[in-house]
T-cell receptor
Framework: KNQVEQSPQSLIILEGKNCTLQ??????????LRWYKQDTGRGPVSLTI?????NTKSNGRYTATLDADTKQSSLHITASQLSDSASYIC???????????FGAGTILRVKS | NAGVTQTPKFQVLKTGQSMTLQCAQD?????MSWYRQDPGMGLRLIHY???????DQGEVPNGYNVSRSTTEDFPLRLLSAAPSQTSVYFC??????????????FGPGTRLTVL
């Protein structure tokens, strides 16, 4: 069964600190993996998208990594800011890229 | 360029009532979809459309209908609301960004409560 598991479920960090969110998937055949940021009361917004051949992609202070062999991805946030408080969702595309499997998300709270 | 718009933002229904959630996009995307988001779960696909006049079922289609008469609009109809349909509903439109990848743009969501 195609699944995407994210950890931790929630995380609280101090402003300025770094953190890493994890995503493990069993989706096959793999097409691509993306990370979304979802602010409270809003729709998800894309941060990064990686295909099979890419193992790292950055977007400002966000860096995503992908290990297609172990089927794991991580999202690293550097020098966190209060505005980083949100839910971060890992999404894996299967087959021709149209079928998306969503993780439940990691809720990040950055406090001052 | 408004992107993806959804109305209403909030709605309360009684069991058995019907209603339509509106979704519109101005990006000329062919692919549109509806998701529901429940606490502790990932977004689940309800229905999707690959172009005007073409719709198909997703993972959780029961109790919902869709139509796609134009490229811009993709309304979601609840036929007879049930408490199990209490959720946040997101509409998304998508474009190809090379190869097999698609990029999705989500609307702001509709928070629906069924009493």
């Amino acid at each position: 069964k195609n699944q995407v598991e994210q950890s931790p479920q929630s995380l609280i960090i101090l402003e300025g600190k770094n953190c890493t969110l994890q995503c493990n998937y069993t989706v096959s055949p793999f097409s691509n993996l993306r990370w979304y940021k979802q602010d409270t009361g809003r729709g998800p917004v894309s941060l990064t998208i990686m295909t099979f051949s890419e193992n790292t992609k950055s977007n400002g202070r966000y860096t995503a990594t992908l290990d297609a062999d172990t089927k794991q991805s991580s999202l690293h946030i550097t020098a966190s800011q209060l505005s980083d408080s949100a839910s971060y969702i890992c999404v894996v595309s299967a087959a021709n890229g149209n079928k998306l499997v969503f993780g439940a998300g990691t809720i990040l709270r950055v406090k001052s | 360029n408004a992107g993806v718009t959804q109305t209403p933002k909030f709605q309360v229904l009684k069991t058995g009532q019907s209603m339509t959630l509106q979704c519109a996009q101005d990006m000329n995307h062919e692919y549109m979809s509806w998701y529901r988001q429940d606490p502790g779960m990932g977004l689940r696909l309800i229905h999707y459309s690959v172009g005007a006049g073409i719709t198909d079922q997703g993972e959780v289609p029961n109790g919902y209908n869709v139509s796609r008469s134009t490229t811009e609009d993709f309304p979601l109809r609840l036929l007879s609301a049930a408490p199990s349909q209490t959720s946040v509903y997101f509409c998304a439109s998508s474009r190809r960004i090379g190869g097999r990848a698609i990029e999705q743009f989500f609307g702001p969501g509709t928070r629906l409560t069924v009493l």
